[in-house]
């Protein structure tokens, strides 16, 4: 590479190079003492995928598209591992074949970024009306189009809480740091499971590449959990798979189950999967079954806030005077943000949320009512707060906000923060 350059210039790197190696002449700004601890050194989008592999993934399939490619990459080198790994011709049929995968009754995954889900959109809403299980991982880069592809950003909040036509249940989201890579996305499959739904896996270009040291993973505490699934049918006549029930969730049946045939169509249906508008005669009966079909779906959202802890956010120094509210990967930034100024005799919390849709709005209410608030976010728009606005009636008026493609630090967080500090 430096050949051209001459022999001079060949003979400095190496000599450079050769002295960084052994220290020889080059003094270290400072000296780690390890605690004997073996640590596993990754980034998140391998310790999604391990996450994945450990909750019983079966299947993969992506189109490439950074910062998403780095999953494929893995499950690619472990297609020998009993997972099925297809790189597909685009991002729609990368859905489709995860929807189909599921459908089948093998717990499946497909990942993008922001513009391949934006092809996954329609089949999205597939999946919410047959109500097939369903893991996607979005890793959003600046945007929109192609935007910066080597660049991160916050900004398809918004767009997967909402994607698709119509209303129907989906879960959202968002690992704070490379150890909940892994435990948000082994839980992300059993909440698919349990309420048959979509569940998208929110990251982003920093948490999806960068590299730290973690504990060892206890994958051996995994418990898989696949809901409502049946292996037999033990009721007589047609299997109702979309079966009214008090909760949402209806019982599943894979293909080569006896007595669980049914039907998934992407039109409404009734409990059997007869389309209604072909099932009934006259606008009564049919208008009824979609009705009633909309709101055993929708039940869903309400069966997880009474029955799951997690969509709350969660408190960090709970005693604080001011408390910076954030999302996802740049909860690291913030609490980094958090020892500076608390050093500097302030008195800063962190809000922090990695489940965000469904939100549970009494108790984020409670949790957020009275508080000084300070938004932060790596968007133009403050997302976050537009969702804490939408459903608690909480305006936070503070923000700090990046949106130049690189990842927000501590430093600049403890700067603006002190700044708006000096005006309130």
Known sequence: MFGRKGDK?????????????????????????????????????????????????????????????????????????????????????AINMAIGASYAGVRSMCGTSGGGFSLMVEALGFAGMIETPLVVVESQ???????????????????????????????????????????????????????????????????SEHVETLENFDTGSVVINRGKLTMSNSTSGRFKRYEFSDDGVSTRGIPGTAGTEFIAPSDEHNEYGDLVSDAYSGLDAYVDVRVKMHEKRMRKMDTMLKDEPYFVPKVENPEADYFFVTFGSTTEAVREAVQILNKKNYKFGVISFNYILPLDKEKTLSILKGKRLIDVECNYTAQLAQVIMMNTGIDIKQKILKYDGEAITGEEIAKKAEEIHTKL
């Open 141 to 207: 880069r600046t945007g929109p189009s192609t935007g910066l592809p080597t660049k991160t950003e916050q900004a398809d909040l918004l767009f997967v809480m909402h994607a698709s036509q119509g209303e129907y249940p989906r879960i959202v989201v968002a690992p704070r740091d490379i150890n909940e890579c892994f435990t948000i996305t082994t839980e992300a499959f059993n909440l698919a499971d349990k309420y048959q739904c979509p569940v998208i896996i929110l990251m982003d270009l920093f948490i």
């Open 9 to 93: 210039v060949v003979q400095n790197n190496i000599d450079v190079a050769t002295k960084g190696y052994t220290s020889q002449g080059v003094e270290p700004f400072y000296t780690l003492k390890g605690d004997g601890k073996v640590r596993y050194s990754m980034d998140g989008n391998t310790a999604l995928s391990i996450a994945a592999y450990t909750s019983g993934c079966k299947f993969y399939s992506a189109y490439p598209m950074t910062p998403a490619s780095g999953i494929l990459h893995w499950f690619a080198a472990h297609d020998n591992k009993g997972v099925l790994f297809k790189q597909t011709e685009d991002e729609i049929a």
